[in-house]
């Protein structure tokens, strides 16, 4: 199975300030990472697709970038609402997998 | 608006199997897509078990292939999860979820715990 690693598993920043969450593969996965927000009470949204594409609905502030085994999703200017947890998550190769979270605080 | 709602028994005996149904609203399982079961550990691990296509083709994660099948019926609606032989490592928050550029669209999950 192709591991994927978030190394950052809680982080704090202030409103206003830019984000960057980090997510790297065990092997190449040619762009084919998505990643997600996982609320507190438990509710998952899909915010970007296929590394940088931008899901329908989502603020124009989350994007994403990466290639071969590492990528990342960038907040800029954080908002109250972006508190949650943050998951990568490749479709290069079944099974599909997940990265371990990020959760992001307020400071 | 495509909507998804997981339902069925939040306690499960252990050695029993794990039935679990999907409820889709907004769009037909038939037309496109897969549809998925994902499941989040305590500790909030996240893992794919596998989905049903919109044709009723399956994959599973091989971690659980001897013991997973996903079903549907057209006619509701609606796909399903069994699990068999749970342990209290199956003890997990359950998600269904569609899966077309990412998984788009989740379900609130389902809380189902393993114990005697």
């Known amino acids: 199975d192709i591991q994927m690693t978030q190394t950052t598993s809680s982080l704090s920043a202030s409103l206003g300030d830019r984000v960057t969450i980090s997510c790297s593969a065990s092997?190449?996965?040619?762009?084919?990472l998505n990643w997600y927000q996982q609320k507190p009470d438990g509710t998952v949204k899909l915010l970007i697709y296929?590394?940088?594409s931008l899901h329908s609905g989502v603020p124009s502030r989350f994007s994403g970038s990466g290639s071969g085994t590492d990528y990342s999703l960038t907040i800029s200017n954080l908002e109250p609402e972006d508190i949650a947890t943050y998951y990568c998550q490749q479709y290069s190769k079944l099974p599909w997998t997940f990265g371990g979270g990020t959760k992001l605080e307020i400071k | 608006d495509v909507q998804l709602q997981e339902s069925g028994p939040g306690l499960v005996k252990p050695s029993q199997s794990l039935s679990l149904t999907c409820t889709v609203t907004?769009?037909?399982?038939?037309?496109?897509?897969?549809w998925n079961w994902i499941r989040q550990f305590p500790g909030n691990k996240l893992e794919w078990m596998g989905y049903?296509?919109?044709?009723?083709?399956?994959s599973y994660n091989p971690s659980l292939k001897s013991r997973i099948s996903i079903t549907r019926d057209t006619s509701k609606n609606q796909f399903f999860l069994q699990l068999n032989s749970v342990t209290t490592e199956d003890t997990a928050t359950y998600y269904c979820?569609?899966?077309?550029?990412?998984?788009?669209?989740w379900g609130q999950g389902t809380l189902v715990t393993v114990s005697a």
């Open positions: 907004g769009y037909s399982i038939t037309s496109d897509y897969a």
């Open positions: 296929y590394t940088s």
């Open positions: 049903i296509s919109y044709s009723g083709s399956t």
């Open positions: 092997q190449g996965i040619s762009n084919y």
């Open positions: 979820a569609r899966e077309g550029y990412g998984f788009a669209y």
